[in-house]
């Protein structure tokens, strides 16, 4: 069974500092999708970045990029230039290329320190 | 641009009592659609979903049941709520089963 791991329960960071959360998955499919979702205290789930397994090149989106390691099958996401509005709980999460399940990790909560 | 509904916000029920939880979509037609329950503290678990109306896939065996009377609503229903119930319910879409999930702002149920 395909799992998600987010050994990072919580991170702290300062305002417009670098930071890095790790995710690492197991699977033995080739064809897959990984996510990483943000969590604001309103508890909506928001898409932050999408990376299909096929692309070597590391998704990015403004201040969030990803470094993609399929070997290693680690998918961390680092946010740059921190802010206030940043901080939230991300999630990292799988899903196996034919099917809809979704599979997230624990989480990490960010903070974000002025 | 799209947009999904979920409504009540917030909700507190007695152990026992029926449920009735709404989502609905606009701005898609023939969405997938999706209920996710996130216990505190923890990631989400998918509940259920559908790919057309009438049409319900289940994850888990539990006390609720799915339903999709119309192409943008889905529906999650218990008769009788238990305290393990309680949660914070998320419904999501997707255009079509390979694409991104997006989710709706939740509904917070505690049973008591």
């Known amino acids: 069974a395909q799992t998600v791991t987010q050994s990072q329960p919580e991170m702290s960071v300062q305002e417009a500092e670098t930071v890095t959360l790790s995710c690492t998955y197991d699977?033995?499919?080739?064809?897959?999708?990984l996510f990483w979702y943000k969590q604001p205290p309103s508890r909506q789930m928001i898409l932050v970045i999408r990376q299909e397994a096929y692309k070597q090149q590391n998704a990015t989106e403004n201040r969030f990029s990803v470094n993609f390691q399929k070997a290693a099958k680690s998918f961390s996401l680092k946010i740059s230039d921190s802010q206030l509005g940043d901080a939230a709980m991300y999630f990292c999460?799988?899903?196996?290329?034919?099917?809809?399940?979704?599979?997230f990790g624990t989480g990490t909560l960010l903070a974000v320190q002025p | 641009s799209q947009t999904i509904h979920q409504w009540p916000a917030t909700l507190v029920q007695p152990v026992g009592s029926p449920l009735s939880l709404e989502c609905t979509v606009e701005g898609t037609s023939n969405p997938n659609l999706y209920w996710y329950r996130q216990a505190a503290g923890r990631g989400l678990q998918l509940l259920f979903y559908s790919v057309g109306i009438g049409q319900i896939s289940s994850e888990v065996p539990q006390n609720l049941s799915a339903s999709r009377p119309q192409d943008r609503q889905f529906i999650l229903s218990s008769k009788k709520l238990l305290l393990s119930d309680s949660g914070f319910y998320l419904c999501a879409w997707s255009d079509g089963g390979l694409e991104t999930q997006y989710f709706g702002p939740g509904t917070r149920l505690l049973v008591l």
């Open positions: 999460a799988y899903r196996r290329g034919a099917t809809n399940k979704l599979i």
């Open positions: 699977t033995s499919e080739s064809d897959y999708y």
